[in-house]
Structure formats: structure tokens, C-alpha cells
């Protein structure tokens, strides 16, 4: 097997005058490590081939900058580089990771390997593509194969719970959102995923007309306010929903398992602790509450 060869497009030599478009700005579509050297520093030459084998290995996936340090000091200045070698990766035009002195291969690749995309989240990438252009069928497929290369890739597992409930297929998606740990960072967007889901299912089956002409024969008729309250949120009708929610808990607050409390607060959730509707909302409920 050949060994792969750093070329000019994926290892660059980078000057004061061409850091913030080399480095920034690149770094906003591709993670660009940055190796501060210097040609009399024997660590530097150490760690250097090792970067730029790299370099070559990922074929693109980072970009490799190398900046002399004795011909370009103010970028030495500005990054407070106190000794050499001292690498540090940047994306989104910011600082992302860093480390001084030359390092083994392994270290040095699992550092790499923290700054470039995985399969799984190259093929998550793709399926939330495909979503928002609305071909749902590729975007299952797509976040069902980053699942296949990493069973737990959250976003993924995300992302194909959102696109099975907008393809009706409701207990596949909460089965799906349900396998997110709590306390991971995803766990807030599956809640709010699974409460959609859950508005579906308490609305299925019913029509808005038939509900507020049932609502209008027995305003009591708690039942059909739940219904009707479900079957507004997941139309994203927020406003009308929470009112509906609202009358539940007043009316017979231990409705469906304090149903309504429950679903208003997965509501907040999904609306955001910032929203308007949100503070609003919660402290109409807190007054019936209390």
C-alpha cells in the first residue's frame, strides 16, 4: 500500500498576511491545525513529519498551516505561543484545541480525531440535508446508517425521530427518542420530540370542528379539551393550545395523569425557557396551582 504524500492542498505555509483568510475563514468550512515552528527547533522537527503524514491520511478533512514563528512573531504574539511546537486547531475562526511540544503519532491523531468529522456525523450531516429539503425517505436512510456506524450518535438518533414523526410513524419515533439518555445534551430536543408525539396520538382520530361542537355541547367535557388542546400543538399552535391545556388543569387537574400540567410544561420546553410564551404561560399556571 502506498503511503499517502501531504500536498499543497491539504499542509499550506501561512504568513501574517495570509492568517485570517488561510486560518479563519477556512476554518469556518474545514478545521485547520496550525503548527507554530521554527527551523532551529529540534522538537518541531519531530513533530512536523507527524503532522503532515497526518495531513495526508485525512485527505482534506483538516487543513495543516504551518507558521515560522521567527518570520511571523506578532502571530506568535497574538496566540501566545510561550514555547515551540505549539499546535493549535481552529474552526468557526476560533481557537478549538491546542497542545505544546512534539507528541507521539497516537496522541497527536486522537487530538485530530476530536476536530474532524466522523462517518456517523458526515452521514447525520447528510440526513439533516435532506430533511429540511423535505426528501424524508433519504433523510431516514441517511441517519439510520450513521446509527449502523455509531449506535449512539445522539443528534443522529435525533434527527430520525423528527423525520419519522413527520412521516406519521409515531411509535417508531418514540422509540427512537426514547433510547437518548437522560442528562445527555440531546434529551431536552427528544422530550420536546416526544411531547409532539404524544399531541399526535391524543389527536388522532378527532377533527377541530368536531371537538369545539362537543366543547360547545358541554364545556365540562374535559375529554375533548385535551383532544382539542393536543391536536392544536402539534399544528404548533401554541398560543391556543396552552389555553386549552390551561382550562384541563383548571377544570380537573388530575385528567390523564396530570396530563395537561405535563404537556404544558413539555410546551416550555420545546418553546424555549426565553420565550415569551413560555414566562407568560407558567405563570398562568403557577395562579390555577396555587
Not at 59 to 83: C, H, P, S, T, Y
Not at 124 to 135: F, H, I, L, V
Not at 145 to 160: F, I, K, N, R, S
Not at 280 to 289: E, G, H, I, M, S
Amino acid at each position: 500500500m502506498q503511503t499517502p504524500v501531504a500536498t499543497k492542498t491539504n499542509v499550506i505555509d501561512v504568513t501574517e498576511q495570509t492568517f485570517a483568510v488561510e486560518v479563519l475563514e477556512r476554518s469556518k468550512t474545514t478545521p485547520v491545525v496550525v503548527d507554530f515552528w521554527a527551523p532551529w527547533c529540534g522538537p518541531c522537527r519531530m513533530l512536523g513529519p507527524t503532522l503532515e503524514k497526518l495531513a495526508a491520511e485525512f485527505n482534506g478533512a483538516f487543513i495543516l498551516a504551518k507558521v515560522n514563528v521567527d518570520e511571523n512573531q506578532r502571530l506568535a504574539m497574538q496566540f501566545r505561543v510561550q514555547g515551540i511546537p505549539a499546535v493549535k486547531a481552529f474552526y468557526n475562526g476560533k481557537v478549538a484545541g491546542e497542545f505544546t511540544g512534539a507528541q507521539p503519532e497516537p496522541q497527536v491523531r486522537k487530538f485530530i480525531q476530536g476536530l474532524v468529522p466522523s462517518q456517523a456525523d458526515l452521514l447525520a450531516r447528510q440526513g439533516y440535508e435532506w430533511e429540511m429539503s423535505n426528501q424524508l425517505a433519504m433523510a431516514v436512510t441517511n441517519y439510520q446508517a450513521a446509527l449502523a456506524e455509531q449506535p449512539d450518535h445522539y443528534p443522529a438518533m435525533v434527527g430520525l425521530g423528527r423525520t419519522l414523526l413527520r412521516q406519521g410513524q409515531v411509535e417508531a419515533a418514540l422509540a427512537t427518542l426514547n433510547g437518548i439518555p437522560a442528562g445527555i445534551p440531546e434529551r431536552a430536543a427528544a422530550d420536546a420530540l416526544i411531547a409532539t408525539a404524544q399531541f399526535q396520538q391524543h389527536a388522532n382520530g378527532h377533527s377541530e370542528a368536531d371537538l369545539r361542537a362537543a366543547l360547545t355541547a358541554d364545556p365540562k367535557d374535559v375529554a375533548s379539551r385535551y383532544a382539542l388542546a393536543s391536536l392544536l400543538a402539534s399544528q404548533q399552535r401554541y398560543i391556543e393550545a396552552l389555553d386549552e391545556f390551561l382550562e384541563v388543569v383548571r377544570r380537573n387537574r388530575k385528567y390523564n395523569d396530570d396530563g395537561a400540567r405535563k404537556a404544558m410544561l413539555a410546551l416550555f420546553t420545546t418553546l424555549g425557557e426565553d420565550n415569551e410564551l413560555t414566562r407568560t404561560y407558567r405563570q398562568k399556571l403557577a395562579n390555577v396551582l396555587f
